[in-house]
């Protein structure tokens, strides 16, 4: 990958060309290491130089999981890769059905991008980490039920027949969508590691779907969720239904069904989804 020697690069300049050893890469490391790419490179856009960092910890955790080391994570573990938030350009229904439209025309890994975007907005814009994470279990009565990464806190979702035709093309065995079952996450520590790759992986696949079918403007899956909600808010749906669709003010599964009303979510959901239709 270009990310990857471009990241060799900048060790080789910060090393002066040494070889660096895997017992070399502590705390104090790290953070000079980020110092030096702030500063010195002037790479002040704080996710520059996360990317090259993550390309770090990620062959350093390789490393450890292929036992070539013996590695310690304690270093990654108190390091905190900063990132700059950045918010996607929502897409109008009009881009929505241009990406539907050329599902058929593109490679069916890039099929695989489209269709989790669309499930993610079909699922109320559920976070791409929840999503790809899904197990059989979380499928209950026809909603998907779970805790979000982020918070902790309880959701459920109702599954219409455009997310259900999706999960069916890509059902897998342990975890919903098949393409999950070959990305076994060997431990704990690499979960956030594993889903940046996973997620930038498929931004790369959307990316060149919209590119080879003459698309006029840019998507990725965080967009999705972005999506969701503007569109709803421009169908006239009230602001207390999008934030509890999207998730937000809830703090148990018993607060979703006391506090609020989930068929207003459902019906939110059903009327964002048929906007779509020709």
Known sequence: MESNQITLNHLNNYTDGRDLLFKEITLAFLK?????LRHDLSLR???????????????YYHAIDAEIIKGDITSFRKFKIQQEKTKPRPLDVEELRFMLGIRHKV??????AIDIFFLSFYLCGINLKDLIYLKHENVVKGRIEYKRFKTGRAYSVKIFPQAQA?????????????FMDTK?????????????????????????????????FKASTYSARYSWATIAAGLGISRDVIAHALGHGINTMTDIYIDFDLAKVDEANEVVINSLQV
């Open 184 to 216: 076994e996450i060997l431990s704990p520590e690499r979960l956030n590691e594993a889903s940046h790759d996973i997620l930038s992986e498929e931004n790369k696949l959307l990316k060149r779907a919209l590119k080879d079918t003459g698309a006029k």
């Open 107 to 112: 490679t069916k890994q890039q099929q695989q």
């Open 32 to 36: 000079e290491f980020e110092s030096y």
């Open 166 to 178: 999706i999960i069916n093309r890509h059902k897998g065995e342990k975890y919903l969508l098949s």
């Open 45 to 59: 856009i704080i996710n520059s130089a996360r990317i090259y960092l993550n390309n770090i910890r990620s062959v």
